[in-house]
């Protein structure tokens, strides 16, 4: 480990490759502070990515196999040095130009084994103060970013208590935070809030906090109190106790406007709301607030009353279109159910014409579904929204007969079928769609590129028991697939699309990833169900992982072509950054494997770069 004076010194000297030292630079979960997941760094390009080797790893050393840990934090890399998140929940620093460890922070009262997800850090510097503040499970830590240690003017102590200031009585309630907070000027904001299940939880009200003391500066609340803004959209006594309508998926700001852009879950429970009738506001928004003051600018809803679990899972990405002959900012938000909502950066409304189409009503007791939900006519969505026999999987006579079984035992098949006590099969189902790896976006073409996943849902309803305190809970959060466990309808089952923003329309579309075991029988080109998302450069390249078979690919963002791939010492499922350090351009994945997909953990940080 490097003290102090070695650290300032590496500082000092860190070379300014091809680009300031912004360009050269990761800074923001995002990319950048608008989200866009784009580096203008293009010395990796499409005439040498194939000739990307290993330039070093790193072990973090606290991987576990059961329960199986993960990896879904993207670095940040800040003037050669990078701040990441561990397996097991740990900041650590390394040196961005060969992987050695710098520093180690383990919460303080926190076993140095203890499980979660993570998905980066957050950075802050004024010209005269630097930090690192780390969002783990229910509370925020400021660290001195030359050696890790707690910044003890902040908060108590260099902490902060998420579940404290809260506005509601928090009793028997839990709070968690997945995603990195964001910074406006000298304010802290921070998302998180309660889970999504059957028993009471906590809200997902957003706050500002003063970055230098940690003092609480403001709070929106996302499930509205009386006399605000939405409060006519719950029950009068909503605000007391329904919960969720959580930002698990992180913010994006823009810094000319001093605008934070929050997207949000559903609200509690996930596939029952009798108890919550109304359209629900905040929950399934993409909101728009004053990032000094946290009033409100504008919301959008992309699904109303939701009882799919089909909250926004990605941050906001703020990008620009051209049209009639003007530039114009906008949001683009993905979503679960396979959509992009194009909408006006200033006023929220959408760029793209959007249709509120009738829906199927509930026969479940005291539920009352929207009669309606949004469909945006552009950009096409991304994944399939019905499921019916034609559609089943083929890849086996074994595979077709299990599912067809399971098919015809359920309702629906289609995108807001009602959940029922039967069970009912919806798709994209939870995991279906985009998910929390966002999108990137090429400033220079306009594109928008989006990995994406075909995995419908099956959700049964079950009476709860009197001692269970809530109406109605699942079975289980069960997915259509085979007996083999691969997904209940034919292929393909994970791409990658570029979108052009200017005519919303699909400029390629590329099969993204397959499943070694069925590529062994002939089965090739299936895709895979994805975790994590894509990053585009300069360089004409779209770097991404996420793929079940354990392998980072950059694809050409012109048309869609993988260039280069490699695989990993464990599934990459995470958000890849790129970065300059030490005369090189690196690219560098998360490899912690586990999670959702069957593959073994990891806890490993690789980095690619050219060579000499």
Request: proline fraction near 6%.
């Amino acid at each position: 480990m490097l003290d102090r004076r070695d650290f300032l010194s590496l500082v000092a000297t860190a070379p300014v490759w091809g680009a300031d030292r912004t360009e050269a630079d990761w800074r923001h979960y995002g990319g950048d502070a608008g989200a866009t997941r784009f580096s203008p760094l293009e010395h990796i390009k499409r005439g040498n990515v194939a000739n990307l080797k290993v330039a070093w790893s790193h072990r973090c050393g606290d991987a576990v196999q059961r329960p199986s840990t993960t990896i879904e934090c993207t670095p940040l890399v800040i003037d050669g040095i990078m701040y990441l998140t561990t397996a097991r929940v740990q900041v650590r620093a390394l040196k961005a130009a060969t992987g050695e460890a710098l520093w180690n922070f383990t919460p303080p009262g926190q076993p140095a084994r203890a499980a979660g997800v993570n998905r980066g850090v957050t950075w802050f510097e004024d010209g005269k103060d630097r930090r690192v503040f780390a969002a783990i499970r229910d509370k925020i830590y400021c660290l001195h970013p030359q050696t890790g240690e707690l910044v003890r003017s902040f908060g108590d102590n260099g902490i902060v208590d998420l579940a404290a200031q809260f506005d509601r009585d928090m009793t028997g309630l839990t709070f968690r935070i997945t995603s990195p907070a964001v910074i406006f000027e000298d304010t802290l904001i921070v998302g998180g809030g309660g889970g999504e299940g059957p028993r009471p939880q906590a809200p997902g009200h957003v706050r500002g906090y003063d970055v230098y003391t940690g003092k609480r500066k403001w709070i929106f609340h996302t499930i509205p109190h009386p006399g605000e803004f939405g409060y006519d959209t719950w029950p009068k006594d909503g605000w007391r106790r329904n919960g969720a309508a959580n930002n698990w998926a992180g913010m994006s700001v823009d810094l000319k406007r001093g605008w934070v852009f929050v997207s949000t879950g559903s609200a509690s429970f996930d596939f029952w709301g009798g108890d919550r009738h109304g359209d629900n506001l905040f929950s399934d928004c993409v909101v728009a607030l004053d990032a000094r003051t946290g009033r409100r600018i504008w919301h959008y809803q992309t699904v109303h009353h939701d009882v799919w679990d089909y909250d926004l899972p990605a941050q906001p990405a703020l990008v620009s279109i051209r049209r009639n002959g003007q530039t114009l900012d906008a949001v683009a938000q993905v979503t679960k159910t396979g959509f992009v909502f194009l909408l006006d950066l200033v006023t929220g409304k959408p760029l793209f014409p959007v249709e509120e189409r009738e829906t199927e009503a509930s026969d479940v007791e005291s539920e009352k579904l929207s009669p309606t939900q949004p469909f945006p006519l552009k950009p096409a969505a991304l994944s399939r929204h019905e499921v019916n026999e034609d559609l089943i999987t083929d890849i086996s006579p074994e595979a077709r007969e299990f599912v067809l079984q399971r098919f015809g035992g359920v309702r629906g098949g289609r995108l807001f079928s009602a959940p029922s006590k039967q069970g009912t099969l919806y798709t994209p189902g939870t995991l279906g769609g985009a998910l929390w790896g966002g999108c990137a976006f090429d400033p220079a073409s306009r594109r928008l590129f989006v990995n994406s996943s075909e995995l419908p849902s099956i959700v049964t309803l079950v009476d709860g028991r009197p001692e269970d305190g809530y109406r109605f809970g699942i079975t289980s959060y069960e997915k259509l697939v085979d007996h083999e466990g691969f997904p209940g309808v034919k292929p393909p089952w994970g791409h990658l699309t570029a979108i052009d923003l200017t005519s919303g329309d699909f400029a390629w579309r590329e099969v993204l990833g397959e499943y070694p075991a069925l590529v062994a029988r002939g089965h090739k080109r299936t895709g895979t169900f994805q975790l994590g998302g894509c990053i585009a450069t300069a360089g004409g390249l779209i770097f991404v992982a996420a793929t079940a078979d354990e392998k980072i690919r950059a694809l050409d963002s012109g048309n869609g072509a993988v260039l280069w791939e490699h695989k990993l010492p464990a599934g990459g499922y995470a958000t890849p950054c790129t970065y300059a350090a030490g005369g090189k351009q690196y690219v560098v994945i998360g490899c912690g494997g586990g999670n959702r997909q069957p593959t073994p953990a990891g806890d490993e940080y690789v980095a690619f770069s050219l060579g000499t």
